[in-house]
Each structure stands twice: as C-alpha cells, then as structure tokens.
C-alpha cells in the first residue's frame, strides 16, 4: 500500500508538471491564464490520493474541471489532464466499495456532464464520447477489483481445504498411537488386582488418554465445515476434574481458591485450565516430591492461577525438557490480554499466570 501512494505520489508531480506546460504554452489550444492555471495542479495532484481515497481524487478533478469550464476553458491541461481524470475513474471502480463506486461513478459522470455543457459548443456526441470513455475506465477498474476478489476466495478456499486435510491426518496418527496407549493400558489393568499401585496408575492413563481423544476431537473438528456435536473446550469448571485425574496418577495436588469466583470469557478460562494442566504435567515429568499446590486467587481486576511444586526435581532422560509447553502458554496468555512467569522456587518449581477477570471476547 505505501509503496502504491509513493508512485502515485511521483506520478502525479509527473502529470502536473506536464499539464502545466501543456497549459502555459497553449499545446493542445489557447494558452490558459493565470487563474486557470491554479486549477491545473487541483487536478493531476488528486491522483495522488487515488489509492488511498479515490472517491475524493474524482471530486478534486471534477471540481477543478468545472472551476476550468467556468473560468472559459475547457481541459488546458490538455492530454495530461485527461489521463488523470482515467485513472481517477479507474481507481474509484477497483478501490471503493460497490456503493461508493456507483455513487463515484455518478457523481463523476455529471460533473463532466456539467463541464461539456458549459462550454462553447456543447454537441450531444461529446456527451456520448465523454460517458464512453468514464464508463470504459470505470469498467477496467471493476473488473481488477473482481478479479483480486475471486483470487481471494480462491486461496481462501484452498486454505480451507487445506486445513481440513491436515487436521485429518494429524487426527489420525496422533488419535492412532494415544488409541494404542489406552487400549494397552486397559488391558494391562484388567490383569492385575484392582487394588494394587500399577493397576492404579494404568487407570489414570487410561483415563487421560481417554480426555485427550475428546479434547484432540474438538480441537481438530473445528478446521472442518461440518463440526457438530464437538465436545465443549474445557474451562474454570473443569478444574477439580483435572486435580482429581493428576492424583489419580500418582500426584498428591491440593487446590485452593482465595476470592469470590465469578465469570470469565471461555478463551480465559480455556487458558487458566492449560496452565494447570502444563504445570501438572511438568510435575509428573520432573518432581521427585510428586506434589503440588494449585491456587486460584480472585483479584479485582484478574484471576491469578499459582502452581507450586515443592520439589525436589529430578531429571530423566527420556522426559528432557524442551520449553515449548512454557513458551505455548505465554503465547496463550498474551492472546487473552494477560502473562505467565515460570520460575525455580527453592528446590522446586512455581508456574504463576495472571488473566484479566473480564476474560477474553
């Protein structure tokens, strides 16, 4: 867009300085006077402003050209000043609106109309041969809005489908394996006694890998057309469900609410429930203690969610830790107008994210 208002910029001191010599030497008919002069410069200056507002270049040329008419001349600016006027049109048919491109065209039309009228021999032909030429180059510039408007569909759809492909292969590889992983995990569970720690611990798997199919269903069904029946995205609600899950892999979590609850945007309370479920989840991979404290304080203006992991850590091989579930949630939390801090707390570990009270739209 800058890089079209420069050239038009540049284009337009090209025409005046053109229009005006054609005009001071009288090339294209008797040389023009001083106050018509002044006129000349309105004109070819509004191409100018044809990128940016051409509705008000065509009323610049319009309006200079009837200013010219009743001085007692007609165009002095001669071949320079007609091509302004064509590229104004055009660009008032490829910019505007669809309205605002009729109502251009009109006004532009009548102006005109209004020019060969008051000069000194006005024939029906030049009205034939001036609305030709406004509605060719009106034409030409709809018909490039068209065009860039139906290639924009184009890549629209292809984008669309594109998406559509790639959210089902990604559903069936990764709902394939995590499909395999609690199909393995029940079947390991109904072979041992059901009060035992393992059989304890395949039945938290197993559960979770239950809750990541629905959850991976609802993501990915939204990238198709048709996505009924998806599973609601989980929120604020759901939490003591997924304290409930974390201990029953082997977690001992204690949640605490300080504050008086009250609603927040789904995209907010979506957000506070992933930080949870990232920081619980990093606690299984890297805590020794296999403990953690979940806080949520109500401030007056924001809702602050506290995971802290007492520690002490530990590190295994293959649970190396990447960073990118931290850098995902700040991304999260900038999305929704708030920010998460992660940092060492003794020998532990705290994850301490704050999300506007209002939520996000």
Known sequence: MKRLVSLDVALAAVLTVTALVEAALGLTGPAAGAAVLL?????????????????????????????QSLLG???????????VLVLVVFSVGSAASWRTAGAGLGV??????????????????????????????WAAGFAVRQTRERARLVTE????????????????????HVTAI?????????????????????????????????????????????????????????????????AATGLTVTLRVEGVPREVGDAAGLTVYRVVQEALTNVRKHSAGAAATVSLRWQPDALEVDVHDPGPGR????FAPSGLGLRGLSERLQAVGGAVVARRDGEGFRVTASVPAEGAP
């Open 39 to 67: 006129t000349v410069p309105v004109a070819t200056s509004s191409v100018a402003l044809r990128t940016a507002r051409p509705v008000t270049a065509s009323g610049l040329v319009v309006g200079a050209c009837l200013a």
């Open 73 to 83: 001349s007609d165009l002095p600016g001669g071949l320079s000043e007609a091509l």
């Open 108 to 137: 532009t039309l009548a102006g005109m109309a209004g020019v060969i009228a008051l000069s000194e021999d006005p024939r029906p032909g030049n009205f034939v041969y001036l609305a030709t030429v406004i509605g060719a180059a």
């Open 157 to 176: 759809q292809r984008l669309a489908a594109e998406r559509t492909r790639l959210a089902g292969e990604l559903h069936d590889v990764v709902a394939h």
């Open 182 to 246: 609690v199909v393995q995990a029940g079947a390991e569970r109904r072979d041992l006694p059901q009060d035992s720690s393992t059989a304890e611990a395949l039945a938290g798997i197993e559960q979770q890998g239950r809750e990541t199919l629905t959850q991976l269903r609802a993501l990915l069904g939204v990238l198709h057309t048709e996505p009924p029946g998806l599973a609601p995205q989980p929120g604020l609600r759901d939490l003591p469900d997924l304290v409930e899950h974390a």
């Open 315 to 318: 590190r295994t091989p293959w």
